[in-house]
Nanobody, 116 residues
């Protein structure tokens, strides 16, 4: 019922910046948080960042702390991931996660490749 759609994947350069967006159109009751996970080839899916919908409390995975920033637009049910100082190891499929009270929804994923 709840659709989660990532956008903004593409090719970025090492040391550069990139921004991803994730939106869940429509009215969503009891939206708790939204966040990002990523999965690189041959690796497990790992936590990247999350933000609570009420207070805007953020959490970051150790591998991206200090480089990535998550933000939200509550009115549009949209979350952003600003990625700075990109490294080749940031290359992965990035998945958006929406946590509703009692349910979890995932986007299809968007590919981010960091390469020169």
């Amino acid at each position: 019922q709840v659709q989660v759609v990532e956008s903004g994947g593409g090719l970025a350069q090492p040391g550069g910046s990139w921004r991803l967006s994730c939106a869940a159109p429509g009215s969503i009751f009891s939206l708790i948080s939204m966040g990002w996970f990523r999965q690189a080839p041959g690796k497990d899916r790992e936590f990247v960042a999350s933000i609570s919908w009420s207070a805007g409390t953020t959490n970051y995975g150790d591998s991206v702390k200090g480089r990535f920033t998550i933000s939200r637009d509550n009115a549009k049910n949209t979350v952003f991931l600003q990625m700075n100082s990109l490294k080749s190891e940031d290359t992965a499929v990035y998945y958006c996660k929406l946590l509703q009270l009692g349910s979890v929804y995932w986007g299809q994923g968007t590919q981010v490749t960091v390469s020169s």
